[in-house]
């Protein structure tokens, strides 16, 4: 056996490297242009982006300044100060409620302008004052008796006419007059409101009368408090109906349905009817709650049933996504420790997920809002003047009730519209801050 030497091993060869091939300049043009063409496509991408994002600003801008130019003006009322004369002959002390109010202010104002002698002439003064300062008039009376045989100097609510003007500017008023524009106001209401105003007897007051009053026939003396409580008796019913009935139907099809061919199709039909005009709904609330079971037309009960039928698709789908987003952790460690699939969904799945849910609700509700069509199949287009006082009263919704402003050929509607419509976008951006607020409170990031 011969002997091998343990030290000396042989040299590895290691191979040559290849020789680099030499660029092609052909395959670095291309690349080149390659890339050229593949960041100008991403910048068309950005400039498209920020484009559709400028668009939508500029149309937003655009419609909240048309919306605040035009209803500004109507949180303020022209109101007009007369001296007047509360005689015994017209106002009873021992009945003040039952008082001539009206010929006591139609007494002030000819008095201030005695030269108005002709029936024509009286009757465009009297216009100057709305028909609502004989309602304040009697109410300042029937506070105080006493004032019963003596001479006030008091702020009177203006007519529609005289308050557009004074608004308008009464140097521009005059000027359309001039040249032949044909206005509600004669020149010499112009004249007269324009004494008073030189003589610091017309002034511009914040109308309270606007959050404060239900609907009227007279654009001065309207206000939103009937539609904005009529709307929100109409949510808390929907509320009622919709958020367990939409809960408990997502939490069946979610955790406990099985997954065959019938709940399918009733996932299907779901997602269809979130996608169904509202008109529909209103019909069917026509055809149901009006006809088939004789419920009182045109109270907050209906209409929220209505709304209801119609958040119904939103809730669930906003819940089962809710219910989807809780880990199956929870679950299989909740089934682990013994508890039973009723105890896992109600102790454990459904307080986690409830965040989500009560988010989508609201948005639910916000876009229930804003709905006119249904609500005007079941008849909340009614004319209401008091304030609901429960969800079985005649009542109006806002949404409604600025539709009838709009249709209405009063120029003093215009101004009303466009306030109530900026009172209808504040109260939908509070329901969205709160579900923005409750999201960001109680969310749980897994």
């Not at 002959?89 to 409620?97: E, G, I, L, N």
């Not at 109409?234 to 408990?248: K, R």
């Not at 299989?332 to 699939?341: D, K, M, Q, T």
Request: aromatic share 6%; net charge positive.
């Amino acid at each position: 056996m011969s002997d091998v030497d343990l030290g000396t091993r042989p040299a590895l060869r290691v191979p040559e490297p290849a020789p680099a091939h030499a660029p092609s300049p052909h395959l670095d043009q291309r690349v080149a242009a390659r890339r050229r063409r593949r960041h100008w496509a991403e910048r068309r991408f950005r400039l498209c982006g920020v484009g559709a994002i400028a668009v939508c600003a500029f149309a937003l801008f655009g419609l909240l300044a048309t919306l605040v130019g035009t209803g500004v003006s109507a949180f303020h009322q022209t109101h007009l100060r007369l001296e007047v004369e509360v005689s015994p002959a017209h106002v009873d002390p021992a009945r003040p409620a039952a008082g001539d109010y009206g010929a006591i202010l139609r007494a002030a104002i000819e008095a201030r302008f005695p030269e108005a002698t002709s029936r024509a002439d009286r009757r465009r003064l009297h216009a100057l004052l709305s028909s609502g300062a004989e309602e304040d008039l009697r109410r300042v009376v029937m506070a105080d008796p006493a004032l019963i045989g003596t001479r006030l100097r008091l702020w009177l609510l203006a007519g529609t006419d005289a308050d557009m003007a004074v608004k308008s500017g009464l140097d521009r008023v005059a000027g359309q007059l001039a040249e032949g524009v044909p206005l509600r106001l004669s020149e010499r209401q112009v004249a007269w409101l324009q004494r008073l105003t030189d003589e610091g007897d017309v002034a511009q007051h914040w109308n309270s009368r606007f959050f404060t009053a239900g609907d009227s026939r007279d654009p001065e003396r309207v206000g939103v408090l009937g539609g904005l409580v009529g709307s929100l008796l109409t949510l808390f019913v929907c509320l009622l109906l919709a958020l367990p009935i939409g809960v408990g139907a997502a939490v069946y099809l979610e955790e406990f349905a099985p997954r065959n061919r019938f709940t399918t199709f009733i996932e299907v039909n779901i997602a269809n009817l979130a996608a169904v005009p509202s008109i529909v709904f209103g019909l069917l609330g026509l055809a149901v709650f009006l006809n088939a079971f004789g419920m009182p037309r045109s109270a907050p009960l209906v209409g929220g049933a209505v709304l209801a039928l119609m958040s119904l698709p939103i809730i669930i789908i906003a819940a089962r996504a809710a219910l989807r987003a809780v880990p199956p952790s929870v679950r299989e460690a909740a089934l682990a420790l013994g508890a039973s699939r009723v105890q896992v969904v109600t102790h454990h799945v459904l307080p986690l997920a409830m965040p989500g849910i009560l988010t989508g609700t609201i948005l639910a509700l916000a876009n229930a809002l804003g709905e006119t069509a249904p609500l005007l199949m079941i008849g909340m287009v009614a004319f209401i003047v008091d304030v609901p006082s429960g969800i079985l009263s005649s009542a109006t919704a806002l949404p409604v009730q600025i539709f009838m402003w709009a249709a209405s050929a009063e120029r003093g509607f215009v101004e009303k519209t466009a306030a109530g419509i900026l009172v209808l976008l504040a109260f939908m951006l509070a329901m969205n801050a709160v579900a923005i607020l409750m999201r960001r409170r109680f969310e749980r990031r897994w």
